[in-house]
């Protein structure tokens, strides 16, 4: 069997183990009298305002035959009304009626809690971890980025088992993706990441870490370097969550952090080529103190230290 009739053969028995969870293998949805087909149009009346029967037929790639003897019968049942469109003559605006509105009131409590039977059983991060699942499956095969919004992220500051590991293994890919650095620099980031966790101190020391689906989307750390002193390092943000503030979120708290701590200075090392992470660092306040030339992870690079001024 090829890789993709594997693929196809794994997509197809989830579609199988899906359809039987979540009950559709009944003739009628949710113990109503009408089918699934039936209850998506309903749905899509009561959420779409002047909608017609061409709109419906566009969103839900249905046969209009089908979809005129749906709509006969919501109308004989009292669910749906309809009446000419004052902007054009020809066609015929749809609406659920007052019945019509308390069958889908109806229908969406039932369907909440038929999830929540689902749901029931798992754990936080396991719900957290499905949802965050199936909103990949609709953005991907709609072409879209992955769903993301602040509030679907969370910081956390308490370093567990993997997460070092996962930071190193998202600096390593992602630099050599989008930069071209070899594997000196993933195992220069080993190398840095191992000398941090001997002397990690929760006192003087502090990584941020964004969550989102229970996966680190994005990270910063502040290393006390002396009393006065602290290095802002490993900062990154995961592609799919760019564009979105998170960057400067981070960068903000890891600043705020360095107040709360009394530092003085702050300062961080990087290449002249992250102009998007140095244009962010100056906005915030930093100001290039050093530049020399050198030859790095398979390039040739000039590395700048910028520096922040707190007092």
């Known amino acids: 069997m090829s890789s993709n009739s594997?693929?196809?053969?794994?997509?197809?028995?989830?579609?199988?183990f899906y359809t039987g969870v979540i009950g559709l293998l009944d003739q009628h949805i949710l113990e109503s009298n009408y089918s699934l087909s039936e209850v998506r149009v309903l749905y899509e009346l009561a959420q779409t305002e002047k909608c017609t029967a061409g709109h419906l037929t566009s969103l839900m790639k249905i046969d209009g035959g089908y979809l005129s003897r749906m709509l006969k019968k919501f109308e004989a049942n009292g669910l749906v009304s309809r009446h000419k469109s004052s902007a054009d003559g020809r066609s015929y605006?749809?609406?659920?009626?007052?019945?019509?509105?308390?069958?889908?009131?109806?229908?969406?409590e039932k369907s909440s809690g038929q999830i929540g039977e689902i749901l029931a059983p798992l754990a936080e991060k396991q719900q957290q971890a499905v949802a965050g699942a199936m909103k990949t499956i609709e953005a991907v095969l709609a072409g879209e980025p992955a769903p993301a919004t602040s509030s679907d992220i969370h910081f956390r500051y308490d370093l567990q088992p993997g997460d070092i590991g996962y930071l190193i293994y998202l600096h390593g890919e992602l630099y050599a993706r989008e930069y071209g650095y070899n594997l000196e620099f993933e195992a220069y980031v080993c190398k840095t990441f191992q000398d941090f966790l001997a002397t990690y101190n929760k006192n003087k020391d502090r990584v941020f870490l964004a969550i989102a689906d229970n996966k680190i989307v994005g990270a910063v750390a502040i290393l006390g370097s002396s009393r006065y002193l602290?290095?802002?390092?490993?900062?990154?943000?995961?592609?799919?969550?760019?564009?979105?503030?998170?960057?400067?979120?981070?960068?903000?708290?890891?600043?705020?952090?360095?107040?709360?701590?009394?530092?003085?200075?702050i300062y961080l090392m990087t290449t002249s080529i992250h102009t998007t992470a140095i244009d962010m660092y100056k906005r915030a306040g930093f100001r290039k103190t050093g530049e020399k030339f050198l030859q790095l992870w398979g390039m040739q690079l000039y590395e700048q230290r910028y520096d922040m001024n707190l007092m």
């Open 230 to 265: 602290a290095q802002l390092r490993w900062f990154v943000v995961h592609p799919d969550y760019r564009g979105k503030g998170l960057g400067k979120r981070l960068l903000n708290e890891a600043i705020s952090f360095c107040r709360e701590k009394n530092y003085q200075t």
């Open 93 to 108: 605006l749809l609406q659920l009626t007052t019945k019509g509105k308390k069958l889908m009131a109806a229908l969406d």
């Open 6 to 16: 594997s693929l196809v053969a794994d997509i197809r028995h989830f579609n199988r």
